[in-house]
Structures are given as structure tokens and as C-alpha cells.
């Protein structure tokens, strides 16, 4: 969460940098202290220290405490521990497991619900409007968007996955007002994801990154205005080394939230008799046991 804060500081304008200073310099005094002490020593005035708050993602200072409290304890039972070439199989199957584990705990304190609630609010509007909602990846990002696009298009929305760049440039430019674009990027320095989420921002879509906080395509985010959301997924993991394999975890449990989210916005009465019909027609594809039943009952082949 710290780390987060840092790396956003050069977009926040100048008094809710102090702020942020602020908090940077003794992160446990921030998070008991008053509000009015907060601004008395930042320098800036109580309404100054709620929009810092909110301008990094949460709904207030009280959330934001709450969140901030919970980042600098000590409850987080597992660290990062990067695998060694001497490591036997066991100890690599631990250290992986450990570090998705950790991973997902350090989200899960420092996830800004504020920005989850405009991504699901846009994205559930795009859908009930009958507009455009893509999903637009490179590299192993790729694989992210694809897996969106699957979970998306099962609730009846207009969904698709751009994996090529010169695409995702021509789809960008036909996105409107009321379509959205949600681009995933685990180090958030492809030019070409940066350029078209730009393009599709002047073009009035609802841009969603999905990126580590600090890098260029997160700072596009927080200062391209109302039209893009920045959802920050970081983790330190030995990328040059090995597949970025836990932010890529972290970014499919993102597009779950979303999924799951925007299936709750646009209620069980659309959605359950469609997803009841794609069960049945799946199961009508599958071998059956001994007793006539199918081998799966989900809705996934």
C-alpha cells in the first residue's frame, strides 16, 4: 500500500503530495492520528486530507485508515521468497504457494474499493446499455484478457478480447461514450497498451488498468480524469527470471471480482435463466457415468 502511495505521488496535485509525504514519514502516527492534526502538520486543510484519500482510491479517510492500519501491521503471515536454483521440488512447490498466498493477503488489505466500485459500475452500465466491453492484453497479459472475455461473455454482454496491437488501435478508435476498455499490463510499460488506452480515454470510453502502481500506464490512469480507473496490482517477483506468475494470478483474481460484481449489478433474473441453458446444453455434450448422470455439472466444458 506504501509502495503504492509512493509511486503515485507525482500525480496528486501539490498539497495532497504533502499529505502523502506525510504519511510516507510515519505511516502508524497517519493512521491514528485526527484529521485535524493531519492537516495541521501537512500544512493543508481538512478537506485537502479526504481528497488525498480518495484521489488514491478509497471512499474516505475512515477507509482509508482502516486500510492503512491493516498494511502496516503485522498480520500478514508470509513474505516473498524467491526460489533458488538449488531448491528441491518441494521447496519450490512451498515457496510458490507461499508467495501467491502472501500476495493475495497483501491485496487484500490494500485493495482501494473505491476504484473497484467504478470499474463494476461502468462496466455493469456498459452492459446493460448493450455497448462495448474489451479486454485488451500483450504478452502473457494476453492470456488475462482472454480469460475476461470468456468469464464476460457468459453474462450476455457484448465482450471481446484484443490481443493484437494494430487492433487494438483501429478498436480503440471506433470505442465511445458509455463502451469500456479494460487493459491489463503486469509491468505497465508497453507503449503500444499505453497509447491505445489513451486513445480510447480522448474517445470517451471508460478506460480500466489493471497495472503495477508507479509505472507509466498506472500514472496515465490517475491523471487522465474521469474516464480512467486505475485497479494497482503489485508484487515483487523475479519477472526477468521466471514467468510473472503471482501478478498474473493477482490480475485473473481482479477479473473475478469484476465478474462477479457486475453479475450482481445486472441481477439474477437476466442472468440465471441464460447461465441455467448454457448448463444444459453443456451437459447435453458430456459422457455420462454408470448412472446417466454427466461427469461435471459446471458450466464450463
Avoid at 503530495?17 to 501537512?42: H, K, M, N, S, Y
Avoid at 485488451?136 to 453474462?155: C, E, M, P, T, Y
Avoid at 474521469?226 to 501478478?247: G, I, N, Q, T, W
Wanted: proline content about 5%; some cysteine; overall charge positive.
Amino acid at each position: 500500500m506504501l509502495d503504492r502511495i509512493r509511486a503515485s505521488i507525482p500525480a496528486l496535485p501539490p498539497a495532497e503530495q504533502r499529505v502523502a509525504r506525510l504519511l510516507l514519514d510515519d505511516a502508524r502516527a497517519f493512521a491514528t492520528l485526527p484529521v485535524g492534526t493531519l492537516a495541521e502538520r501537512a500544512g493543508v486543510s481538512k478537506p485537502t486530507v479526504v481528497r488525498f484519500c480518495r484521489s488514491v482510491g478509497y471512499d474516505g479517510l475512515a477507509d482509508f485508515k482502516l486500510k492503512l492500519a491493516g498494511s502496516v501491521s503485522e498480520g500478514v503471515p508470509f513474505v516473498h521468497r524467491a526460489v533458488d536454483e538449488h531448491d528441491r521440488a518441494g521447496e519450490i512447490a512451498v515457496k510458490v504457494i507461499d508467495n501467491t498466498v502472501a500476495a493475495m493477503l497483501r491485496y487484500r488489505a490494500a485493495l482501494a474499493p473505491q476504484s473497484f466500485e467504478r470499474a463494476i459500475d461502468a462496466l455493469a452500465q456498459a452492459g446493460r446499455d448493450g455497448r462495448r466491453i474489451e479486454f485488451w492484453g500483450a504478452g502473457n497479459s494476453a492470456i488475462v484478457a482472454q480469460d475476461a472475455q470468456h468469464k464476460f461473455f457468459r453474462l450476455g454482454v457484448h465482450s471481446a478480447a484484443v490481443c493484437d496491437s494494430h487492433v487494438q488501435v483501429m478498436s480503440a478508435t471506433m470505442l465511445g461514450p458509455g463502451d469500456c476498455a479494460v487493459v491489463f499490463s503486469n509491468s505497465g510499460r508497453s507503449r503500444d497498451l499505453i497509447d491505445v488506452a489513451g486513445l480510447a480515454g480522448r474517445k470517451g470510453a471508460t478506460v480500466i488498468s489493471v497495472t503495477a502502481s508507479g509505472s507509466p500506464l498506472a500514472l496515465q490512469s490517475l491523471g487522465g480524469g474521469s474516464h480512467h480507473v486505475l485497479l494497482a496490482a503489485d508484487h515483487p517477483e523475479d519477472a526477468d527470471r521466471y514467468s510473472p506468475m503471482v501478478s498474473r494470478l493477482l490480475h485473473l483474481l481482479v477479473v473475478d471480482v469484476l465478474t462477479t460484481g457486475v453479475a450482481l449489478r445486472l441481477g439474477p433474473a437476466r442472468l440465471r435463466p441464460m447461465l441455467q441453458e448454457i448448463k444444459r446444453n453443456l451437459r447435453a455434450r458430456r459422457y455420462v457415468d454408470d448412472a446417466g448422470v454427466a461427469a461435471s455439472n459446471g458450466a464450463t466444458p
